[in-house]
Nanobody, 123 residues
């Protein structure tokens, strides 16, 4: 049973935009922070962005600051990642995650994970 389900990945040219969505399946994750990680082929998983349950606090990796925006709609039990000015180095499998502490995700960990969605940015 999948608890977090990502969608919105795909193929885009450099400079383009994509919006990823992550919907909860089977539970609401009330009170949980949510975030996004990514893993490029042959590379380790890396933190991308996180947001507190209230949406009042966000965290971003330096590599995506100013280009990516994380948001959430708790009524829809969904978290989003708006990705603008995409670069080929953004190519990776993007994973949605949830944790009781959003700050913990910024340090690289999470309690629950989605299955991932592929984002490919062509040059």
């Amino acid at each position: 049973q999948v608890q977090l389900v990502e969608s919105g990945g795909g193929l885009v040219q450099a400079g383009g935009s994509l919006r990823l969505s992550c919907a909860a399946s089977g539970r609401t994750f009330s009170g949980y922070g949510k975030g996004w990680f990514r893993q490029a082929l042959g590379k380790e998983r890396e933190f991308v962005a996180a947001i507190s349950w209230s949406g009042g606090t966000t965290y971003y990796a330096d590599s995506v600051k100013g280009r990516f925006t994380i948001s959430r709609d708790n009524a829809k039990n969904t978290v989003y990642l708006q990705m603008n000015s995409l670069k080929p180095e953004d190519t990776a499998v993007y994973y949605c995650a949830a944790d009781r502490a959003s700050a913990a995700m910024s340090r690289g960990g999470a309690e629950y994970w989605g299955q991932g969605t592929q984002v490919t940015v062509s040059s």
